[in-house]
């Protein structure tokens, strides 16, 4: 089955910084890529995603880079502000199937004010 | 985005009842519909993929006659947690996956503790 490593598990910044946040998957028949964003006691929210189909996708201060080649994704946050903070969790799906997503452990981001 | 609720948003229940808890799918079709469990600092667990109309799949280690799902409609989940214990306390939440995108969307959560 798939599996999806995320790095770093903890990530500090100082408001303004850029961010990124790396993921690597294991099965090359995964081509739908998600991020998700949880805030305490709250469920996930889905931020961006990418398909296989492109390398790059971008929304205002949020961009995700795809290198199907390396079987890695990454998502990248500019200008972060203390409202980014949060849990980032990165997954990948296969086609076909139950189309049920791998998640990555989780980044918790802390961005200083 | 779409929008998924749950109901209750947090529920304190005693040793050896039975809770509830509902997952709707507001403004879109949800054939499938997921469950997780997800333990204070740690990753989202997959417990269950529901599927309208037809019996849920389990996840291996999750028991099926004690998390009871019911997905009986396009928009509306069940997950019932039987004869709760204190090691059932958790924070619970659903899923739903747009039929026309295949794009899933998280409710907001379920904070179950049994006392």
């Known amino acids: 089955g798939e599996n999806v490593e995320q790095h770093p598990s903890t990530l500090s910044v100082q408001e303004g910084d850029s961010a990124v946040i790396k993921c690597t998957y294991s099965d090359s028949a995964s081509n739908y890529f998600p991020w998700y964003k949880q805030e305490l006691g709250k469920g996930p929210q889905l931020i961006i995603d990418i398909r296989s189909n492109v390398g790059e996708k971008k929304d205002q201060r949020i961009a995700v880079t795809l290198n199907k080649t390396a079987k890695h994704f990454s998502l990248h946050i500019t200008e972060t502000q203390p409202e980014d903070s949060a849990v980032y969790f990165c997954?990948?799906?296969?086609?076909?199937?139950?189309?049920?997503?791998?998640f990555g452990r989780g980044t918790s981001l802390i961005v200083h004010p | 985005g779409a929008v998924v609720s749950q109901h209750p948003s947090w529920v304190i229940c005693k040793s050896g009842t039975s809770v509830k808890i509902e997952c709707r799918s507001l403004d879109f079709q949800a054939t499938t519909m997921f469950w997780y469990r997800q333990f204070p600092k740690q990753s989202l667990m997959l417990m269950a993929t529901s599927n309208e109309g037809s019996k849920a799949t389990y996840e291996q280690g999750v028991e099926k006659d004690k998390f009871l799902i019911n997905h009986a409609s396009l928009t509306l989940s069940t997950l019932t947690v039987t004869s709760a214990h204190p090691e059932d306390s958790s924070f619970y939440i659903c899923?739903?996956?747009?039929?026309?995108?295949?794009?899933?969307?998280f409710g907001p959560g379920t904070r179950l503790t049994v006392l």
């Open positions: 997954a990948a799906r296969a086609s076909g199937g139950s189309y049920i997503p791998t």
């Open positions: 899923s739903a996956r747009v039929d026309s995108t295949d794009t899933q969307y």
